[in-house]
């Protein structure tokens, strides 16, 4: 699993508010109130520059109070909504979504690269008996999932090195999860030969997911993808499903470019 880079190893030219993402970050990954001490223990910080970023926090709404730790206030989603609501290729790929003629019956996701993880932004719920659930806004590694594979195969081969050699260790959530750096290259090099990216229960027994990285000047890198039982991943199927997710991302990309163009005049 990804390492966060120790607070000591980061400069920057406001410290204060570094430390506040990094605890917001901490306080993201975890289910449970997290307490001073654990938290200070995750960032290496004093147990009193806690507490302090963590008053001013929940003052703020960021955070809130739950026992003797903190989890994420509600301004935090107020503030994710703000950002979906603003941005058009969130609000274009649920109304496109909606529309593709096989993909539409199913879980389909919109998802950036950052760093080694990707980040979900949109959702498309389908209209299977078994809804798969995926939350806007959670963070996955990006070597388990068909979203992260399609977009590291679309970068360029220096930059996807890179990235890699900063994963630490590989994270192992199933079974089918690879287990060397070895195999994560080999089935990135696959991904990028084939046009999209696979994960066969690498991320959860039974699931599989396919994405196409969005063509053209993203950044950062985007994606779709669609999410099935594994059993009704047939052949046939799993090619109608890829040719809705390429009409997807070739108009999500127009979209792209159109406002790429009326920005520059």
């Given amino acids: 699993m990804n ?10 030219r406001s410290p204060a508010v570094t ?4 605890v917001l970050e901490e306080v ?7 307490g001073v001490s654990a938290l200070a223990r995750r960032l290496g910080l004093a147990k009193s520059t806690i507490a302090n970023l963590c008053t001013a926090l929940e003052t703020t709404g960021m955070v809130r109070r739950v026992g003797d730790g903190w989890l994420l206030g509600y301004k ?16 274009e790929f649920e109304r496109l979504a909606a529309r593709l003629p096989v993909a539409s019956a199913e879980t389909l996701l919109l998802a950036v690269l950052d760093g080694t993880e990707v980040v979900y ?26 979203l992260g594979k399609a977009m590291l195969a679309q970068l ?5 090195e890179s990235r890699l050699k900063s994963i630490r260790e590989l994270p192992m959530r199933t079974e089918s999860s690879h287990t060397t750096i070895a195999a994560v290259r080999a089935d990135i090099e696959e ?8 994960d066969n229960g690498e991320n959860i027994e039974g699931i599989s997911c396919f994405s196409v990285a969005i063509p053209g000047r993203m950044e950062p890198p985007t994606a779709v993808s669609v999410t099935l039982l594994s059993s009704r991943a047939t052949p046939e199927h799993t090619a109608a499903l890829v040719a809705d997710l390429n009409v997807l991302a070739g108009e999500l990309s127009r979209l792209v470019d159109l406002e790429h163009r009326e920005r520059s005049r």
């Fill in 19 to 22: 430390r506040a993402v990094a």
């Fill in 191 to 198: 991904a990028r030969c084939r046009g999209y990216g696979i």
């Fill in 28 to 34: 993201a990954r975890s289910r449970d109130p997290l």
């Fill in 76 to 91: 935090i989603y107020e503030l994710g909504e703000q950002f979906r609501a603003g941005t058009d290729l969130v609000a």
């Fill in 121 to 146: 932004l949109g959702r498309h719920g389908g209209r299977q008996p078994v809804r798969l659930a995926c939350d806007t806004g959670l963070r996955m590694p990006a070597v388990v999932t068909a």
């Fill in 156 to 160: 360029p081969w220096r930059e996807c």
């Fill in 3 to 12: 390492e966060v880079r120790s607070l000591r190893e980061v400069e920057s």
